[in-house]
């Protein structure tokens, strides 16, 4: 069965900083990998997903993420942190099911910005 | 605009009374789903839809009950709220694909009394 494991439910980087969100997962089969942004009091929204060949993957307000199969690894990253970065951080894989697929999240990352 | 809607945003209820919450969708998307979120564990699958009456359990679908009659419209139905199921529910679509995103709605907070 597919899991997505988030390291660290709480991070905090000051503005201008590098922003790293880890995630690991597991999958027996190929995985499809989502990392979705959650702004306060709002609904979840796609930042950048990878399902097939390059394995750096940029997304939305300049995230990006790399896919590593060795290391069962998606983590996303921010060259530099701005206040409006701060928001809460999914990473889901996608599993196939008998009807379609569904997500498989993690605990989610919470992203503090310090000025 | 493209989205999905979920009513009502808020809701308060006391334990036994039965409540919907609807979820609509305009983008003429097959796959719907129901998620909850509670702190700390994420957003765990409640039901899916895979198309208008195919419907299947999720990981956490003790409680709840789900209907698809029409392609747009996916209801989540708790007959008998408990104080357990207090959390925040959002609802999702997507054409159906593996790799397709998820467009979920702005969500519900439910308290149960």
């Known amino acids: 069965a597919q899991s997505v494991t988030q390291l660290g439910s709480h991070v905090s980087v000051s503005e201008g900083a590098l922003v790293l969100l880890r995630c690991n997962y597991s999958s027996s089969v190929p995985p499809y990998l989502f990392w979705y942004v959650q702004y306060p009091n709002q609904g979840l929204q796609l930042l950048l997903k990878y399902t097939t060949g390059a394995t750096l993957v940029k997304g939305i307000n300049g995230f990006e993420a790399e896919f590593k199969k060795s290391e069962t690894s998606f983590h996303l990253t921010k060259p530099s942190a701005h206040m409006s970065d701060a928001a809460e951080y999914f990473c889901?894989?996608?599993?196939?099911?008998?009807?379609?697929?569904?997500?498989?999240f993690g605990a989610g990352t919470i992203l503090r910005v310090k000025s | 605009e493209a989205q999905v809607t979920q009513n009502p945003r808020y809701l308060i209820t006391v334990t036994g009374k039965k409540l919907t919450v609807t979820c609509s969708q305009n983008?003429?998307?097959?796959?719907m789903s129901w998620y909850r979120q509670d702190p700390g564990l994420g957003l765990r699958q409640i039901y899916y839809s895979m198309n208008v009456e195919v419907t299947d359990k999720g990981d956490v679908p003790e409680g709840y009950k789900v209907s698809r009659k029409e392609k747009r419209n996916f209801p989540l139905i708790l007959e008998s709220p408990s104080p357990n199921q207090t959390s925040l529910y959002f609802c999702?679509?997507?054409?159906?694909?593996?790799?397709?995103?998820?467009?979920f709605g702005p969500g519900t907070r439910l308290t149960v009394l």
């Open positions: 983008m003429n998307h097959e796959y």
């Open positions: 889901a894989v996608s599993c196939v099911t008998e009807y379609g697929n569904k997500l498989v």
């Open positions: 999702a679509s997507s054409p159906g694909l593996r790799t397709d995103t998820q467009y």
